[in-house]
């Protein structure tokens, strides 16, 4: 069956029932959405405060390849497998973009036997997070133009703004736009864009909120753009804007209950992109089910050059978390991928290509275990087509590397088929403690932060930008310099060319723009070609999708 028809089959429980059984949760503190999913009360989020912190395991993976990795169903087939052993334990997953389920993926919730379900809700609008999250975007996007069509108190430079407008779709043709058109009653004529929700800025400061105040101060914190002497910062609380935000933004704030295949509760919030944001779930669902379960496996977006860092430097720094573990994910077809072999022929053995596109593999394990400090176990996602002697070679070459290896059949058997790879987390985190660093120190200059991530994990021998964007930076170090770095990167190479693949070193990573996040608390940079609004590839997942006179969804996987 496909991954919707093995969803579709699922036993589900009611939500309200499971989260009662498996963590003492009462009906009160839960608001349901029908059967199977529930917002979580924040009074009984912090109700939990003096509870003990369980382990939090993060699983990332090798660079993405068309291929795919498989790193949700990963996390969830481990925490199917590591409740089987009766290691009481919580998944956190981000919510889907409607952008790349009706682009490339088609779906964003695990796969085979390793899913959280119900999987058509969660890939398409689920709670209505991400609507709320967009609405409240583009409420500061219309009072910022309506403060200029009314007068302009604040002394906003049009030319200046830095807030666009956002939707939760990919749309390469919204990236540039002028808004205003149609004469002086429709506003004041200027350039303007949209960006993906998951790119907001609003998207990131929900991730990283830890109650309502501190959700409504972020917002405040917003810089829209700058007034007409080109330095003096305005703010979304100069509009008096934040309140209205926060006000839209009221349930979205909760965490999201809903359940594995397995039937295990999972937790799922939140969910900006890893190449062009932070790629971690909400600060909020990972505390709390760090105060419920004993083990907590969380996922950070595309490959640990960007997912896990910016959950260590970013995520980890903000919220004082301490991961205690690693699972870094591989396929032997991605590594084939990797080393040389066109998507048509991986289902071929390539004993060669797995040997020459290993090197990616070994760089992202010696950058999690000697960068990030952390004790790292190798997954290699089973497909059907891996032979025994690319297996053979994958694990001897790990062996050589130093790291615990462990092969998982979780997409074919699910949480039966990760046992071992559970056993092994659990064994590297009793016998090797975590040395948790950070990549940089925070009281480097910007650009120096810029430098190391560049120079240490994507092996760059330099990092170029014009002289206004240094300019920038260093104007921003006075009152910004402490924040960390978000890079907006290819998420297909460790080189800002996302036809590189292995492990390319000496090159040079060119920041193209830097945009400052001072709601979110943090600097983007964006490298290369990177763009904050993707688009449609020529033929969409959207064209397969479809849903019959019974209301039964066809086309995600």
């Not at 939707?167 to 993906?196: F, H, K, P």
């Not at 935000?245 to 999201?256: E, V």
């Amino acid at each position: 069956m496909s991954d919707i028809e093995i969803a579709q089959n699922a036993n589900m429980q009611p939500i309200i029932g499971l989260a009662q059984e498996q963590y003492g949760i009462a009906a009160e503190h839960l608001d349901p959405i029908g059967h199977y999913k529930a917002k979580l009360s924040l009074e009984y989020v912090k109700s939990l405060d003096n509870q003990t912190d369980g382990q939090l395991v993060l699983v990332t993976a090798i660079s993405p390849t068309p291929a795919g990795e498989g790193k949700t169903t990963t996390t969830v087939g481990l925490g199917d497998a590591m409740n089987r052993l009766g290691k009481k334990t919580i998944i956190c997953l981000r919510e889907p973009s409607l952008g790349p389920c009706f682009g490339v993926k088609g779906g964003a919730a695990g796969g085979g036997y390793a899913q959280v379900v119900p999987m058509e809700d969660i890939n398409l609008h689920f709670t209505g997070d991400f609507h709320a999250i967009g609405v409240a975007h583009n409420l500061l996007s219309a009072l910022i133009d309506n403060h200029i069509h009314h007068g302009n108190e604040l002394d906003i430079d049009p030319r200046r703004i830095q807030w666009k407008r956002v939707v939760d779709m990919n749309d390469r043709a919204l990236r540039d736009i002028v808004v205003g058109m149609g004469g002086v009653a429709n506003g004041y004529l200027r350039e303007d864009g949209y960006d993906i929700v998951v790119a907001s800025e609003v998207m990131a400061i929900l991730c990283l909120a830890t109650s309502r105040s501190d959700l409504k101060a972020r917002l405040g914190r917003i810089v829209i753009g700058y007034k007409s002497d080109k330095v003096t910062p305005v703010y979304a609380r100069d509009l008096h804007a934040q309140g209205a935000m926060a006000a839209l933004l009221k349930d979205a704030i909760k965490p999201n209950l809903v359940q594995t295949l397995e039937n295990n509760v999972a937790i799922i919030h939140g969910g900006p992109f890893a190449n062009i944001a932070h790629g971690c779930n909400t600060v909020m669902a990972t505390k709390t089910a760090l105060k419920l379960a004993d083990y907590v496996v969380t996922e950070a977006g595309f490959g640990a050059d960007l997912g896990a860092e910016k959950f260590v430097d970013i995520k980890c720094r903000m919220a004082g978390l301490k991961p205690a573990a690693v699972v870094l994910v591989a396929t032997v077809r991605a590594l084939k991928f990797h080393g040389g072999v066109a998507r048509e022929d991986l289902n071929h053995e390539n004993l060669l290509a797995v040997e020459h596109g290993f090197v990616n593999l070994a760089r992202h394990y010696q950058n999690i275990t000697e960068h990030y400090g952390l004790p790292c176990v190798v997954c290699i996602n089973h497909f059907t087509f891996d032979t025994a002697a690319e297996i053979d070679l994958l694990q001897a070459k790990c062996a050589d590397l130093g790291a615990s290896c462990v092969v998982s059949k979780h997409w074919a058997a699910g949480g039966a088929g990760a046992e071992g790879l559970a056993n092994a987390v659990v064994n590297i985190i009793d016998t090797h403690p975590s040395d948790f660093t950070f990549v940089y120190d925070e009281n480097l200059s910007l650009w120096e932060k810029i430098e190391a991530i560049a120079t240490k994990l994507y092996g760059a021998a330099a990092v170029t930008a014009n002289a206004k964007i240094k300019a920038q930076l260093a104007a921003w170090n006075t009152d910004y310099g402490r924040f960390p770095i978000c890079m907006a990167k290819t998420q297909m190479s460790f080189s800002t060319n996302p036809t590189i693949k292995g492990a390319p070193s000496g090159h040079t990573v060119e920041i193209r723009d830097v945009r400052l996040a001072n709601g979110a608390g943090f600097v983007v940079a964006i490298a290369g070609d990177m763009m904050t609004m993707p688009g449609l590839p020529k033929i969409p997942a959207a064209e397969r999708i479809d849903i019959d006179d019974d209301g039964k969804i066809t086309g995600l996987f």
